[in-house]
T-cell receptor
């Protein structure tokens, strides 16, 4: 079954720690995205990738970085976590082609930085 | 970036009532999508619309791609408690860069 996986689902960590949020997909999609969302609020695009070795920054400036070494994986890294990074992080994928940019979301990672 | 105006921001309704929400923009879109998000989860795609005037149903949900390409609506008939959540519209700009523009969401609350 094609799906999008995010790990961990919940993470509570102290200030200054390095963290990596994992996103993997079996959808076979070229495009992948990371969004940041505060509870009940709108989604903000922070990174996207159109394929292997392709990464771009989104509309919302973020101190995080991403990599796309394999089609299936799009990890997001924070070198030094701060309380201001507390939020929900959502990964999404989309296929290229006639269906446009129809995006499918993973379950999200809820990050709390103390 | 380009904004979508999604309304209403929140709705308090009785179980069994019909619900209607919409998104409008001053720009033209070639794709309209509607998502539902439950607390602590990622948005789930409900309906995708790809042609102006298209009317699509998914169970009790019906959505339409406005004929002007600048708006879309979502209707939910005979609401039930599990319809509670946040509904987001999203669109892809005609001739724009890849990627979606999201509305700010409609919070649906159902009173028993």
């Amino acid at each position: 079954e094609a799906d999008i996986y995010q790990t961990p689902r919940y993470l509570v960590i102290g200030t200054g720690k390095k963290i990596t949020l994992e996103c993997s997909q079996t959808m076979g999609h070229d495009k992948m995205y990371w969004y940041q969302q505060d509870p009940g609020m709108e989604l903000h695009l922070i990174h996207y990738s159109y394929g292997v070795n392709s990464t771009e920054k989104g509309d919302l400036s973020s101190e995080s970085t991403v990599s796309r070494i394999r089609t299936e994986h799009f990890p997001l890294t924070l070198e030094s976590a701060r309380p201001s990074h507390t939020s929900q992080y959502l990964c999404a994928t989309a296929t290229s082609g006639g269906a446009g940019d129809t995006q499918y979301f993973g379950p999200g990672t809820r990050l709390t930085v103390l | 970036g380009q904004q979508l105006n999604q309304s209403p921001q929140s709705m308090f309704i009785q179980e069994g009532e019909d619900v209607s929400m919409n998104c409008t923009s001053s720009s033209i879109f070639n794709t309209w999508l509607w998502y539902k998000q439950d607390p602590g989860e990622g948005p789930v795609l409900l309906i995708a619309l790809y042609k102006a005037g298209e009317l699509t149903s998914n169970g009790r949900l019906t959505a339409q791609f406005g004929i002007t390409r600048k708006d879309s609506f979502l209707n939910i008939s005979a609401s039930i408690p599990s319809d509670v959540g946040i509904y987001f519209c999203a669109g892809q700009l005609l001739g724009g860069a890849d990627g979606l523009t999201f509305g700010k969401g409609t919070h649906l609350i159902i009173q028993p």
